[in-house]
């Protein structure tokens, strides 16, 4: 389980996070909806451990994670917005980095893993560059779960991909939830959504439950 209590984060003065609490459960999703530039990102950054927060507490299955960068490493996988990878570097070498030398780690999830279902083998001695939008992705999150982490955390998961692409990635989301992984993430695709089972729109830095049986242009009006 994941538990965030009280997590506060200010820019310049500027307060942007307020107090924000978060529990998801096992084999489940939670997503955050807002405007733009209402601090999504920030929040899932500091959920994965990328950015530290002012204050407040984190913890996976009751590890306190705040200042243990081990913690985060072993626990979260993080797919931001911006890929993380080296566009001059194979697919096959930025695999590696993240697999830090362990050949027999990444062998088997090419053959049987996250890699696997994300269909990597296939383009391993392609270069980065001169991939599509959607491999990079499908590799984005390969390399994330390299650790295969029990809480995946996404954000925008679908922005610029084309449908065949984003209904693979949804079909994986619902094949690691079953898995018992849970995810967080923001998206403004009605049907990345659909997999959630608890909404939250974050306002003025805090978070406020969605009501369940939203038609589409009520939950629209959240990301305003």
Not at 60 to 89: C, H, T, W
Not at 120 to 146: E, F, Q, W
Not at 178 to 193: C, F, I, K, R, Y
Request: glycine share 12%; aromatic share 4%.
């Amino acid at each position: 389980m994941l538990e965030a209590q009280g997590i506060c984060k200010s820019y310049r003065r500027k307060m942007i996070l307020n107090g924000v609490s978060l529990r998801v459960e096992p084999g489940t999703c939670v997503g955050i909806v807002g405007a733009n530039g209402c601090g999504k990102t920030t929040l899932l950054s500091i959920l994965a451990g990328a950015q530290k927060a002012d204050g407040g507490t984190i913890r996976f299955n009751g590890r306190e994670a705040a200042g243990k960068s081990g913690v985060f490493s072993d626990m979260v996988a993080y797919v931001p917005q911006e890929n993380p990878l080296i566009p001059e570097l194979t697919v096959k070498d930025n695999l590696s980095l993240w697999y830090r030398g362990s050949a027999a780690h990444m062998r088997q999830d090419l053959e049987s893993g996250p890699a696997a279902v994300l269909g990597i083998r296939d383009m391993l001695r392609r270069t980065v560059g001169k991939l599509s939008g959607g491999m990079k992705k499908r590799l984005s999150i390969a390399c994330a779960l390299s650790n295969h982490a029990p809480f995946l955390v996404m954000d925008e998961p679908g922005a610029a991909l084309d449908l065949e692409c984003k209904e693979d990635i949804r079909s994986y989301l619902k094949q690691y939830m079953a898995d018992g992984g849970a995810v967080v993430l923001t998206s403004h695709e009605l049907e990345e959504l659909s997999l959630c089972s608890r909404m939250y729109a974050l306002r003025d830095g805090t978070l406020h439950e969605i009501a369940s049986g939203l038609t589409a242009d009520e939950l629209i009006g959240q990301f305003r």
